[in-house]
T-cell receptor, first 116, second 114 residues
Framework: NAGVMQNPRHLVRRRGQEARLRCSPM?????VYWYRQLPEEGLKFMVY????????ESGMPKERFSAEFPKEGPSILRIQQVVRGDSAAYFC??????????????FGAGTRLSVL | SQQGEEDPQALSIQEGENATMNCSYK?????LQWYRQNSGRGLVHLIL?????REKHSGRLRVTLDTSKKSSSLLITASRAADTASYFC????FGSGNTGKLIFGQGTTLQVKP
């Protein structure tokens, strides 16, 4: 059973370009969370999705950021018109069902975005 | 901000010694979890303690939870060089609107010298 797969592992973009980060959850998991980690900091929640639905996007910046989790295929975190402040590690985590008391999340290795 | 705090921010010990890390949080919680992050890697779940539990063990790990003080501690006994990593506490808050999102502390960087 493969773990959470994120790609690419490293992504370099110039200011103004678009960044697309992909996340395939563990088999059997239908809940996906995205977190951002700035250098020397802890992770900050961005968005929580189930298949075809955004459940909680309270941590998403209001502009330029969007996320989706289609019926088929990976979850995508899209950042339009990237700026240097978007440089960070972006982690995806999946979980079988948050309503279970044990909401243990399984993390991918992350995508490290560098904006030049 | 719901973000918690951890202390110390950095800890350096010799192999074989015990390491203790503390975490404080701000809201009522459903559970508290500890994760480890090796340099440049993703997070690995270590242990979960529910809000109605006070202490939990897993191998060389011991976690305590004091909900009255809104604090938790992680003890790693008989540390090894392989324990070198950053350790984060994360809470799942209790109440309506709970979507299971994790609220992370700032982390403690542990270095275990051989």
């Amino acid at each position: 059973n493969a773990g959470v797969m994120q790609n690419p592992r490293h992504l370099v973009r110039r200011r103004g370009q678009e960044a697309r980060l992909r996340c395939s959850p563990m088999k059997g998991h239908s809940h996906v969370y995205w977190y951002r980690q700035l250098p020397e900091e802890g992770l900050k929640f961005m968005v929580y999705l189930q298949k075809e639905n955004i459940i909680d996007e309270s941590g998403m910046p209001k502009e330029r950021f969007s996320a989706e989790f289609p019926k088929e295929g990976p979850s995508i975190l899209r950042i339009q018109q990237v700026v240097r402040g978007d440089s960070a590690a972006y982690f995806c985590a999946s979980s079988p069902d948050y309503r279970v008391a044990k909401n243990i999340q399984y993390f991918g290795a992350g995508t490290r975005l560098s904006v030049l | 901000s719901q973000q918690g705090e951890e202390d110390p921010q950095a800890l350096s010990i010799q192999e074989g010694e015990n390491a203790t890390m503390n975490c404080s949080y701000k809201t009522s919680i459903n559970n508290l979890q500890w994760y480890r992050q090796n340099s440049g890697r993703g997070l690995v779940h270590l242990i979960l303690i529910r809000s109605n539990e006070r202490e939990k063990h897993s191998g060389r790990l011991r976690v305590t939870l004091d909900t009255s003080k809104k604090s938790s501690s992680l003890l790693i006994t008989a540390s090894r060089a392989a324990d070198t990593a950053s350790y984060f506490c994360a809470t799942v808050f209790f109440g309506s609107g709970n979507t299971g999102k994790l609220i992370f502390g700032q982390g403690t960087t542990l270095q275990v010298k051989p």
